[in-house]
T-cell receptor
């Protein structure tokens, strides 16, 4: 069994300030973890993924995430927010012998000018 | 490459009507998925397929059916539409633990 908890349903930041989106997971297996982004009325796009290699994962558009097994966390960060980062972000876990993903409920990121 | 395409983009159905949501991929991936997205709920897996001729239920399969006769196509069928099926539906494929999503179909049942 696996689950994902995104700790904030909504995060608001000012342009140019850091972004932190928090995600905790549980999994019976060695998990693969992902962050996806969804802009309004669009499909989902992969930002980054962790699949048991380096624990600090770099993704597109300056985002990165750190896998911390002891804390069962996979928080998403970005040093400086841009207006174009405004979107909904989903933390996702995959584990076991199939490819089924379990999605968190999402965090809406608002970027203020 | 178009990736994953879905038709239609929008549809309004009356209660009890039926319809098929189309999904086609040109990436030659074996794995395909159907999700529904409801506000504040993330994505829920409806059905998935690991290859042509093989399908299996996901988390919320009731009220839906699928088929997979070819690698490219994975249609989702709603037989008796209900208001609870109002949602945005996404089709996806998978390669090396990365899922590629279609643009979605927004369905309203009234």
């Amino acid at each position: 069994a696996q689950s994902v908890t995104q700790l904030d349903s909504h995060v608001s930041v000012s342009e140019g300030t850091p972004v932190l989106l928090r995600c905790n997971y549980s999994s019976s297996y060695s998990p693969s973890l992902f962050w996806y982004v969804q802009h309004p009325n669009k499909g989902l796009q992969l930002l980054l993924k962790y699949t048991s290699a380096a624990t600090l994962v770099k993704g597109i558009n300056g985002f990165e995430a750190e896998f911390k097994k002891s804390e069962t966390s996979f928080h998403l960060t970005k040093p400086s927010a841009h207006m174009s980062d405004a979107a909904e972000y989903f933390c996702v876990v995959s584990g076991g012998s199939n490819y089924k993903l379990t999605f968190g409920k999402g965090t809406l990121l608002t970027v203020n000018p | 490459n178009a990736g994953v395409t879905q038709t239609p983009k929008f549809r309004i159905l009356k209660i009890g009507q039926s319809m098929t949501l189309q999904c086609t991929q040109d990436m030659n991936h074996n794995y395909m998925y159907w999700y529904r997205q409801d506000p504040g709920m993330g994505l829920k897996l409806i059905y998935y397929s690991v290859g042509a001729g093989i399908t299996d239920k996901g988390e919320v399969p009731n009220g839906y059916n699928v088929s997979r006769s070819t690698t490219e196509d994975f249609p989702l069928r709603l037989e008796l539409a209900a208001p609870s099926q109002t949602s945005v539906y996404f089709c996806a494929t998978d390669s090396n633990y990365e899922q590629y999503f279609g643009p979605g179909t927004r369905l309203t049942v009234t």
